[in-house]
């Protein structure tokens, strides 16, 4: 039988959209007071998405506003050197989106501050992309609840992308990614989103999301109780997908902290005639959480192109992609296909590989 990793011409292209920031964090779990010097990396919920698949092997491209300077020059590279395809990149703007990012251990948890008011994409304007020529090949459209948080503009936009993906027969996913910190342009994500959501295919979110977002409860879940249970994640999905007739599927992530450095990580899958629950990964210790989310989405795309007949084995596949990410210092998920198999099959072992 052919595997998946060999059946590449056969998935999609993936376009993803959003905002590519520069991220400076303290070396280790220094404090912000303790840092004289940051690590720099580059990263963003929908460009992570991009490079995961990308280095999968997969095709994707990213659509963004970015600044015609070194940083934006910077900014592009990183994509690039995974693979992904930037032609579809706006320049313009004054400057790229920084996120500072205080990584926590034991019971500190992680920090971030936001330096991206006024950045590129922020202030992206309707017309500025032609998402007829950028979705004239078809494929799959990914985006988040990030952009739509950044600025009016922005959500104008991820409105223009959705709607001519539609035209265009594209599959549309969603990271719900509700950022509290960024709503902050005049309207509450329960005004914006719906529209939006509404043209999605797939949709992803975690265990508060749906709260945040839409005000759909999970009945008798507790996130702070240390243990998230899947049960009442299915009252959650069976709402988004009566709210939505376009969805086929919702995917939630559970993620169960027991410390900063200590995490239980599972899912769940509901389509509109079957509910799947994952295998529970016991994360210690914890490198690097952020992008967690993103290589979910990711290994979540890719799940549901390699394995379209076999829901359960489109979602361990994600979830053991993202077990994996927490392992790997940076926004994004440098991994084999080989490697996430072999953690969803079951080989959980992390044995030297000779």
Not at 10 to 30: A, H, V
Not at 101 to 129: C, F, H, K
Not at 208 to 224: L, N, Q, Y
Request: glycine share 10%.
């Amino acid at each position: 039988m052919e595997s998946a990793e060999n059946a590449m011409s056969s998935f999609p292209k993936i376009t993803t959209f959003g905002e590519i920031m520069l991220r400076l964090s303290p070396p280790g779990q220094k404090r912000f007071a303790q840092a004289s010097t940051f690590d720099v990396e580059y990263g963003g919920g929908e460009a992570n998405v991009a490079a995961c698949l990308a280095n999968f092997g997969l095709e994707t491209s990213f659509v963004s506003r970015i600044p015609a300077n070194p940083i934006g020059d910077a900014a592009i590279n990183a994509l690039r050197k995974y693979g992904v395809q930037t032609s579809s990149v706006v320049r313009g703007g004054d400057r790229l989106g920084i996120y500072f990012l205080e990584t926590g251990a034991a019971q500190r948890g992680s920090l971030v501050v936001y330096d991206r008011a006024n950045s590129a994409v922020a202030e992206i304007e309707p017309g500025m992309v032609d998402w007829d020529d950028v979705f004239k090949d078809g494929g799959w459209f990914h985006w988040t609840g990030i952009t739509p948080a950044i600025s009016e503009g922005a959500a104008q936009v991820t409105l223009e992308a959705v709607q001519a993906a539609t035209k265009n027969n594209v599959t549309v996913s969603c990271d719900l990614n509700y950022r509290a910190k960024l709503w902050k342009w005049g309207k509450q994500p329960g005004e914006v989103m719906p529209a939006l959501v509404e043209h999605c295919d797939v949709i992803i979110g975690n265990e508060e999301d749906a709260d945040k977002v839409f005000g759909i409860k999970a009945s008798g879940a507790d996130v702070h109780a240390g243990e998230v249970e899947a049960g009442p994640y299915q009252q959650v999905a069976d709402q988004l997908l009566e709210k939505f007739s376009r969805c086929k599927g919702v995917a939630i992530t559970l993620r169960s902290s027991l410390g900063a450095s200590h995490n239980k990580w599972s899912s769940v899958y509901r389509t509109r005639d079957a509910f799947y629950q994952a295998n529970q990964y016991d994360i210690l210790p914890i490198v690097d959480r952020v992008g967690g989310g993103d290589s979910f989405a990711s290994g979540l795309i890719y799940g549901l192109n390699a394995y379209p007949e076999d829901h359960q084995k489109a979602l361990e596949f994600a979830t053991a992609a993202s077990c994996l990410k927490h392992s790997i210092p940076g926004d994004i998920n440098l991994v084999a296909i080989s490697e996430v198999e072999k953690l969803a099959s079951g080989d959980a072992s992390g044995r030297v590989a000779r």
